[in-house]
Each structure stands twice: as structure tokens, then as C-alpha cells.
């Protein structure tokens, strides 16, 4: 039964959107998996999309997948580019990983409209400024 399956709780696990600098000199976004803790996670899946309103229009992103065997401690991976103008959308990734033998999984999702600089922050083990979630 459900009532019998544990949901252990995620820390020390998160998401970020950092804005960078590619090789051309061009602003580019990107967004970041960071594991803080002292194991690594493995069998990461993240399955990531945007949805909602543009000029009043409904919009609904492809459904994107990536998959990391590993992700070692106290390190990041990058998960993928993100356009600036699906910002005006909210950006969900679902997160599953195994860590010591549990499976854990998590929902992260960035509200349309709220990565923008005045909700930035130094982002842990990345050391740029850019939108954390926890």
C-alpha cells in the first residue's frame, strides 16, 4: 500500500539558473543540479519543461530528459541551456536520484517571472550569482 512506501525528504540537493558567458562573448543561461552532500548521488533523472501564458496564449515546452550516472559530492552538473524567454513561463524539473541505497525525488519549479536579478544569489559550490532553489 502507499501508506507502507517511505518518501525520505530531499537536502542538500538543488537547482539553480545561472547566467553566463559563452565563448562568443554572449550572455547564455544554464541550470545547474548542485549535490552538497558528502556522497554522491547516482542514477540522477531529470525530466524538465515549461509551461504557461505568453500574449495570452497557452505555451507548453517539450518535455526534456537527461540522465547522469553519477554526480560526485560537494560538486554540480550542468543540466542544461535555457532560453531567456521561457522565463516569462514557469520551469518545472523533476529530479529522481538514488543516494545510499533510497530513491528520493523532487519537484523544483521556478515561477514565471521570478528568474530575474533582483532574486539572485551567490549559488553554493558554483561561486556565481544566480536564482537557488533549495
Known amino acids: 500500500m502507499i501508506k507502507d512506501i517511505?518518501?525520505?525528504?530531499?537536502?542538500?540537493?538543488?537547482l539553480a539558473?545561472?547566467?553566463?558567458?559563452?565563448?562568443?562573448?554572449?550572455?547564455?543561461?544554464?541550470?545547474?543540479?548542485?549535490?552538497?552532500?558528502?556522497?554522491e548521488i547516482y542514477g540522477v533523472l531529470v525530466n524538465s519543461k515549461g509551461y504557461g501564458k505568453i500574449d495570452e496564449k497557452e505555451k507548453e515546452t517539450t518535455v526534456m530528459r537527461?540522465?547522469?550516472?553519477?554526480?560526485?559530492?560537494k560538486s554540480f552538473q550542468k543540466i542544461e541551456h535555457i532560453q531567456e524567454d521561457l522565463f516569462q513561463l514557469t520551469n518545472?524539473?523533476?529530479?529522481?536520484?538514488y543516494h545510499m541505497g533510497k530513491l528520493y525525488d523532487k519537484k523544483y519549479i521556478f515561477l514565471a517571472d521570478t528568474v530575474e536579478e533582483k532574486n539572485f544569489t551567490t549559488i553554493p559550490?558554483?561561486?556565481?550569482k544566480g536564482v537557488l532553489h533549495p
Request: aromatic letters at 16%; a negative charge.
Open 92 to 97: 518545472e524539473f523533476w529530479v529522481s536520484f
Open 6 to 14: 517511505e518518501f525520505p525528504k530531499i537536502t542538500d540537493v538543488a
Open 17 to 39: 539558473i545561472v547566467p553566463e558567458t559563452n565563448d562568443l562573448g554572449g550572455e547564455e543561461w544554464s541550470v545547474y543540479i548542485i549535490n552538497s552532500k558528502a556522497q
Open 66 to 73: 537527461h540522465f547522469f550516472e553519477k554526480i560526485p559530492p
Open 125 to 128: 559550490l558554483i561561486d556565481k
